[in-house]
Structure formats: structure tokens, C-alpha cells
T-cell receptor, first 113, second 112 residues
Framework: DGGITQSPKYLFRKEGQNVTLSCEQN?????MYWYRQDPGQGLRLIYY???????QKGDIAEGYSVSREKKESFPLTVTSAQKNPTAFYLC????????????FGEGSRLTVL | DQQVKQNSPSLSVQEGRISILNCDYT??????FLWYKKYPAEGPTFLIS?????DKNEDGRFTVFLNKSAKHLSLHIVPSQPGDSAVYFC???????????FGKGTKLSVKP
């Protein structure tokens, strides 16, 4: 079945450690996105990528980094510079950047101890 | 500045009755709007959308209404079912926006 796979679903890390969240899609979508969800905050865009080897900062990119070496993959690294990394992270994709419908993964819950 | 606002954080409705979820936006250049449904610890799933050239779109129990002059849209669920209990996000896109802008969500609780 086509879809978006995020891993791991739950992740615990010590403060000061970098952590990488995986996102893979087999929908042949060009555009991929990372959102962060906090209680009462809705979905906030971290980074997005329209094509391979290209990506743009979203509204809250500080403390995060991404890469897009393959069309299917868009990993997100939460660095030690991110002040409040504990959150629910959602990866999404769309056919192109200009089409409205986003398809979301199941999410990854990161807890920094 | 929030471009998409969902002013009601929560809504409680009796099973079988109508649920009405509201969303306001500020950017008149948005040309499409979507509603997503989200259960806890899961990713949002697409529910229904509407283009700015329409004022109503219906899909089964779900209807979205768009009032462009008021920059307001609403999602109606009739009849509401306990399985509809979730957080509903309104999103808007188009114009100069390269990606969707989401509201903060409304948590709907449908009581049996």
C-alpha cells in the first residue's frame, strides 16, 4: 500500500543530543513537509522540500535540519540547539507543492529528558 | 499573525445531533480550503475540501460551507457519531502561499 512511514513512533533522548526522525514515502510525491504539533498550537511548519536536493525553511526552522537526497526520503534532525524539542512531529507529502491535499504519516513523539 | 483561526478550542455535541465547526481566515488570496481530522497520536487525515469558486461541498455526512465575503468557513457533521470525536483542523492554501496554513484545531467530543 502507498503511504508515508515515519519512524520511530516514540523516541526518548537526553538533553543535548541530536536525534534524527525518518520519513519515507512511496506515493511518488514531489513535495514533502515536516510539521510540529504542540498542545493548543496546531500544526507549525518546520521545513519543506519541493524537489530532491532542495528545501526551504518553514515558520519554526531554528534548531532543526533536513536533507532531501532521494525523492522518497526527507529525514529531520532535531539538534541540541532546539530549545523545546519535546513534541509530536508529523511528516507529510503532496503531489506537488501547489496541490492542496497533504498526506500525513502517523507521527513521531519525541521526548527529551 | 494568525491567517487561519479556529476560535473554539473544543465542542461537545450529543450523538445524532449536528456538529458545526468554524474557521475564519484573513488572507483573501487563499483559493482552497481543507478540513483534516486527527485522532490522538496519529497523523491527520484529509476529510473534505472546497475551492474558493464554490460556496458548498458535500460528502456524505460532511458538508463544508464557504462565505468569502465574511472570510469564514464551517464544517457541518450530520448526524454526529461518537467515532467523529477527534481534533479537526481547518487549513487554507493558494495565492502567494506555497504551503497550507493550519488553524489551531477544534476538539470535538460526541457523547452517546
Amino acid at each position: 500500500d502507498g503511504g508515508i512511514t515515519q519512524s520511530p513512533k516514540y523516541l526518548f533522548r537526553k538533553e543535548g543530543q541530536n536525534v534524527t526522525l525518518s520519513c519515507e514515502q512511496n506515493l511518488n510525491h514531489d513535495a514533502m513537509y515536516w510539521y510540529r504539533q504542540d498542545p493548543g498550537q496546531g500544526l507549525r511548519l518546520i521545513y519543506y522540500s519541493q524537489i530532491v536536493n532542495d528545501f526551504q525553511k518553514g515558520d519554526i526552522a531554528e534548531g532543526y535540519s533536513v536533507s532531501r537526497e532521494k525523492k522518497e526520503s526527507f529525514p529531520l534532525t532535531v539538534t541540541s540547539a532546539q530549545k523545546n524539542p519535546t513534541a509530536f512531529y508529523l511528516c507529510a507529502s503532496s503531489l506537488t507543492e501547489l496541490t492542496g491535499e497533504l498526506f500525513f504519516g502517523e507521527g513521531s513523539r519525541l521526548t527529551v529528558l | 499573525d494568525q491567517q487561519v483561526k479556529q476560535n473554539s478550542p473544543s465542542l461537545s455535541v450529543q450523538e445524532g445531533r449536528i456538529s458545526i465547526l468554524n474557521c475564519d481566515y484573513t488572507n483573501s488570496m487563499f483559493d482552497y480550503f481543507l478540513w483534516y481530522k486527527k485522532y490522538p497520536a496519529e497523523g491527520p487525515t484529509f476529510l473534505i475540501s472546497i475551492s474558493s469558486i464554490k460556496d458548498k461541498n458535500e460528502d456524505g455526512r460532511f458538508t463544508v460551507f464557504l462565505n468569502k465575503s465574511a472570510k469564514h468557513l464551517s464544517l457541518h457533521i450530520v448526524p454526529s457519531q461518537p467515532g467523529d470525536s477527534a481534533v479537526y483542523f481547518c487549513a487554507a492554501g493558494g495565492g502567494s502561499q506555497g504551503n497550507l496554513i493550519f488553524g489551531k484545531g477544534t476538539k470535538l467530543s460526541v457523547k452517546p
